[in-house]
């Protein structure tokens, strides 16, 4: 995930997710919820060319009128956002959607969203100054069951980095969701490798 505050700006965030890209990160999510909507816009209108380079999908963080404005993939939805459902009917069928799901009702509930969602994202695995409102981690164990609930891919956020990557894939994740780890890394594409380093060890 790329939160442009983290990045150190706009223009910073165009870098990291061009390193990061180049690193091989699988899919850019924007969020940026100290930003006003037009700088959402405007940021991604610039990295939506740099995931098509790269051919690798763009999402936006809630806000379904930026991703319709820019031409972005699709949309992650938190449980307290506009409802899933809803979502899909504005972005269409083809459209990426994703839900933030972080206990066991919630991933229950979107087990019966067939058509409606594309992907859970599940956690957080551990606390994270990214996001001060998170609900209560789960943990390893608390993650583990979560991903063997889920009917759909279930990727593992919060408090994810470079050392203990390795220990979340153990709980079978589709894949982990980062903002820190890469956006501030001295060298965001040497981090993004590392990351991609951690998931392939335990897949092989």
Known sequence: MLDPVQCGGHDAAVAVTRAALKGGVTLVQLRAPEWHKRAWFDLARDLLPLTREHEVPFIINDHVDVA??????????RQRDLPVDETRRRLGPNALIGLSASNLAEVE??????????YLGVGPVWATPTKTDASTPCGIDGLAMLVERARFPAVAIGGIQADNAADVMRAKPAGIAVVSAICKAKHPRDAAKSLAAHIAQTRS
């Open 109 to 118: 509930d979107a087990n019966r969203l067939d058509g409606i969602v594309d």
């Open 68 to 77: 319709l404005a820019v031409g972005a993939d699709g949309v992650h939805v």
